[in-house]
């Protein structure tokens, strides 16, 4: 097996442009895994932790450009003022050596149904910035997701960053599993509220073939909320609003039975999710706009 070492994105794309089939790594929490139960056995291996460009994030109009290889130990430390969301999921994903090697990029790579950073991807509106020698192109989080384990990247392409909106608003995500450390999600459920479109994101992950977004769900609580004047002057939600929203929330999944979990259990779990993330969202705007 080859192992290619580039120093630059632009060697990175080259080398990747040759040999599609090299398979890239980051952290390596998910390459390394498989190599040692033997699940591939690639011809090449495309390292992608000595590029500096990968490792960085910025912030420009309202935007917050995240390599592809910063670790989620940086996200936690760096951008949780600016990323509440994503900082959550990342503080839930394994354990801290696995948060200092496991990156965003990694986790886009992989596409597993179950993978934290996704639902909060989803709800906030990110932006997957792939690149190859062809030049880059911009895939929204909800075009990206195209299968178990399958992505919309081409074989010649890395991810080299995400786009984030930054909303100064509040996020949640939460995860249910069989403990609270070390643990691949049950399922999981993320909210984003975007007062300044009037509109709420919210997705469900590890409840269907890919994480995806709970539109009806949504659409109902963009609505209420829009309807009774709460995004100016937040009032306690109704139990009758955050249940429905628990409902419409679970019902985006279509869940498995499989060793974590049954779909029922899954379906049950969700809409709690559902509402205690949106009670704890709101409890954090009513105390910002008050
Ligand atoms: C003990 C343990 C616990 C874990 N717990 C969790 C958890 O709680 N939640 C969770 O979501 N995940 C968990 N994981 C899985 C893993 O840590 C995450 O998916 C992590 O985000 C992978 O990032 P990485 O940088 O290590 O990726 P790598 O292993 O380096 O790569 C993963 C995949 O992405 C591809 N890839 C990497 N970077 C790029 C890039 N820039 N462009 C294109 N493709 C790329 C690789 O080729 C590979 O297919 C766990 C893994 C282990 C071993």
Redesign the pocket.
């Known amino acids: 097996m080859d192992f290619l070492r580039p120093d630059t994105l632009a060697e990175a794309l080259a080398l990747k442009a040759e040999r599609p089939s090299a ?12 190599l040692n139960f033997d699940h591939r056995r690639p011809d090449a ?2 390292d ?1 932790t000595r590029i500096a460009e ?1 490792r960085e994030w910025s912030v420009s109009a309202g935007v917050v450009r995240l390599g ?2 910063v ?2 130990s940086r996200v936690i430390t760096e951008l949780g003022d600016r990323l509440p969301g994503l900082a959550m ?1 990342s503080r ?4 801290p ?3 200092n ?12 149904p ?5 639902p909060v991807l989803l709800a906030s509106d990110a932006v997957v910035e ?1 690149v190859s020698a062809r030049g880059a192109r911009m895939i929204p989080a909800t075009a990206f997701y195209l299968g178990a384990k399958r ?1 919309a ?1 081409e074989p010649d ?4 960053a995400v786009h984030l909106p930054e909303t100064g608003a509040p996020q949640q995500f939460a ?1 249910v ?1 069989t403990r609270n ?5 049950v399922c999981s459920f993320a909210i984003s509220l975007h007062p300044g479109a009037g509109r709420v994101g919210a997705a469900v992950g590890s409840a269907a073939p890919t994480p995806r977004r709970a539109p009806a769900a949504e659409e109902f609580l963009s609505g209420e909320l829009t309807a009774t004047g709460r995004w100016e002057s937040p009032t306690p939600l109704p139990d009758s609003v955050t249940r429905r929203f628990g409902e419409l929330a679970a019902r985006a999944a279509s869940p498995i039975d499989d060793v974590r979990g049954s779909a029922a259990y899954r379906t049950h779990a969700l809409a709690v999710l559902a509402r205690r993330t949106l009670a704890w969202a709101w409890r954090d705007y009513t105390g910002k706009v008050a």
């Open positions: 398979v890239p790594v980051a952290g390596g929490t998910d390459v390394m895994v498989e291996l495309l992608l990968l592809a290889g670790p989620y999921a839930t994903v394994g354990s050596q696995i948060r090697r496991g990156t965003v990029g990694g986790n886009l790579g992989a596409a597993s179950a993978g934290d950073t996704h792939a992505n990247l392409e890395l991810v080299a995860k599993g450390a070390m643990v691949i999600a």
